[in-house]
């Protein structure tokens, strides 16, 4: 079953992996499934943080992921980290894709990595996928998918999957909310200062803290493998480099920021990460909803939570930028990042303003 939407392409130019140097460390570790194959490197093409690569080796297909090169943010791509979380999930939650090995040896490809099971599926990006047809029942019941998975996993055991000590719960929000201011003014470029100003209000509105969960952190459509004869199916989730323990509504905050209302301005749509403008879709508020309902949580303070979702993202966006900025990266799509920046600081500052989402 081919991927619908995700198909891997050629490598990026610059970001190309040394493939004599990892066909010998995957011929030691794997021997038995690589012994006399082919080893073949191609490139998802989405995501804009960890690269992420298919590997065909011994007739059997990875997912290896790896740090950008040039980035100077060691702790949002800690490989070893993303192997844990998944190392002890997967044996309980059965939307946790299968980690297969993890090196630390610099000398293969320049940089920590991981390998993992690949899952295959349908993975909804800014439109549908050509020959997908997404109506209005359909969207409602992707949008109620989508909530109802991050209730889901917020309701995972972490003590009993082995993660009681993956992050520290207590003062979560308020270490966010500063960690996130400085590495926006680490990777500063341009004056924008409706991003000082969302800070400022970030930092003078911490709501009261509520017991910790496991959050995923980028929970959205395109970290979503959905199952081709139904849509409405979860079979994995993708991308957990930021998950940690931590206050679950700040979780929400984030999905909520990726999540374009059809009402929304038009430059919001253009940094879309999912088809959540279409007819059928939950708003934010009716998402917020759903999602109070289902994990029994107060979500009466949501705006917070959404603002700093938004303001999150806008600093991702910012150190993506930098790195094009300064050279470090030859990537294409990394030149505009800027605008996002703008977009997603502006649209906080108004959420701020009107108090709603």
């Known amino acids: ?30 021997p038995q499934e690589g012994a006399g194959t082919e080893l073949v490197i191609e490139q998802f093409p989405g995501g804009h943080s960890n690269l992420t690569y298919l590997v065909r080796w011994g007739g059997s297909d990875y997912v290896l992921r790896r740090p950008p090169f040039g980035s100077q943010v060691k702790s949002a791509h800690d490989m070893g980290r993303e192997y844990r979380v998944l190392s002890h999930l997967a044996p309980v939650y059965d939307k946790a894709p299968r980690p297969v090995l993890w090196c630390t040896d610099l000398e293969v490809i320049g940089a920590e990595f991981y390998l ?13 996928p050509a020959g997908t047809t997404i109506d209005a029942a359909l969207a409602r019941r992707l949008s109620e998918v989508i909530v109802d998975t991050l209730a889901e996993l ?14 520290k719960p207590s003062g979560y929000v308020e270490r966010q909310v500063t960690g996130w201011s ?17 800070a400022t209000w970030l930092t003078t509105h911490l709501p009261p803290e509520h017991p910790g969960t496991l959050i995923h952190n980028d929970l959205k459509f395109d970290n979503v493998v ?3 004869e139904d849509l409405t199916r979860v079979r994995g989730i ?8 931590g206050d679950p509504l700040m979780d929400l905050g984030t999905t909520l920021c990726y999540w374009v209302d059809a009402s929304d301005p038009p430059l919001m749509h253009q940094i879309r990460f999912g088809p959540t403008h279409l007819p059928g879709m939950m708003n934010r508020a009716e998402l917020a909803a759903r999602y109070g309902e289902k994990s029994g949580r107060d979500v009466s303070n949501i705006v917070f939570y959404y603002v700093f979702g938004l303001f999150k993202t806008a600093v991702v966006a910012q150190q993506i930028y930098y790195r094009f ?11 505009t990042m800027i605008i996002g920046v703008r977009a997603l600081a502006e649209k906080a500052r108004i959420s701020i303003e009107r108090g709603s989402l």
């Open 1 to 30: 079953m081919a991927d619908l939407s995700d198909d891997p392409r050629p490598v990026r130019r610059g970001e190309e992996l040394d493939a004599d140097r990892l066909r010998a460390y995957l011929q030691a570790q794997l």
């Open 116 to 128: 993992m099971e690949r899952v295959r599926g349908v993975i909804l990006r800014k439109e549908p």
């Open 154 to 167: 917020h309701a995972v055991d972490y003590e009993a999957a082995g993660l009681g000590d993956f992050g």
């Open 182 to 198: 400085k590495r926006y003014t680490g990777s500063q470029t341009d004056a924008i200062p409706a991003v000082d100003e969302v």
């Open 226 to 228: 959905l199952d081709p």
């Open 238 to 245: 993708l991308d957990w480099e930021m998950s940690t323990l």
């Open 325 to 335: 900025h300064q050279g470090l990266t030859k990537d294409p799509r990394f030149a």
